[in-house]
């Protein structure tokens, strides 16, 4: 299993790939945020109830991060990946939840 996140985390491709992930990731939340629902009293709270199960998300993943941290030094793009698996996981549970509290609400369009 290490030997196939060696190879995953070291390649260039998958860097650049997991940035895209993580900007397209990024552009929803915004795109919701200055949407019309996402301006009004619920969607502010659904926004607010997202970003805290995110950050909570955040905490447990900086934790899994921080044990391969010194595997993730040996290489600078290996590094570079784990940062950005990070941030990019923390932005999908974001969205995801995101998207489950607006089903919830009954706001599906």
């Known amino acids: 299993m290490i030997e196939w996140l060696t190879v995953l985390f070291d390649s260039r491709v998958f860097l650049q790939a997991n940035a895209i992930l993580g900007f397209v990731l990024l552009g929803f939340f915004i795109f919701f945020y200055f949407s019309r629902e996402g301006r009004d009293e619920r969607g502010r709270g659904l926004i607010a109830t997202a970003s805290l199960a995110a950050f909570i998300v955040l905490f447990v993943l900086l934790n899994v991060g921080a044990f391969f ?37 009954g706001d599906t369009q």
């Open 69 to 105: 941290f010194g595997w993730a030094m040996d290489n600078i793009v290996r590094l570079a990946n784990l940062i950005q698996t990070v941030y990019t996981l923390f932005l999908l549970s974001a969205d995801i939840a995101l998207q489950m509290l607006k089903d919830l609400a």
